[in-house]
């Protein structure tokens, strides 16, 4: 996993989950300035889409880009979520959302967060410093266990 160099700027990887959260932004339900993508990559390597789902009539059930992907890549295999590149427009809000954080938390404690904005440089989040003293009853050490028996 690569961790930002001593300048704060991250090491050399690989853009093209990045990338490819990008092209598929135009697929959000949303208007232009949440227009946002995402890719969720697994140990396996697979990788999971997800596009911002903004509901007009009935905010409350929006769904961010992050969410839609960690969802997917949960309810489609048991390799774990290493990484989360998300994509977002200059004009967007802030990225992820108190909700997306909690997703993080549950279900991808471990994974690897890149966030742009626009045409700006990729960030690694860091989730420790985002949500501090996080609610939870989760046990990390747990989900493979979790996983094992979904899988029995
Ligand atoms: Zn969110």
Redesign the pocket.
């Known amino acids: 996993m690569n961790k930002p160099a001593a300048d704060g700027k991250l090491e050399p990887y690989d853009r093209s989950p990045m990338d490819e959260a990008r092209s598929l932004a135009h697929r959000s339900k949303a208007p232009p300035a949440e227009c946002a993508g995402a890719i969720a990559v697994t140990r396996d390597g697979s990788r999971f889409p997800g596009v911002a789902i903004a509901l007009s009539s009935a905010a409350g059930l929006s769904?961010?880009a992050?969410?839609v992907a960690m969802s997917s890549a949960r309810s489609a295999t048991s390799s774990p979520i290493e990484e989360i590149a998300l994509w977002i427009p200059k004009s967007a809000g802030d990225?992820?959302?108190?909700?997306?954080l909690q997703i993080w938390l549950e279900l991808a404690p471990k994974a690897r967060f890149l966030l742009q904005r626009g045409e700006g440089e990729i960030q690694e989040l860091d989730l420790k410093q985002l949500l501090p003293d996080a609610f939870t009853s989760y046990d990390p050490s747990s989900q493979a266990e979790t996983s094992a028996r979904a899988q029995e």
């Open positions: 769904v961010c992050e969410r990225h992820p959302c108190g909700i997306c």
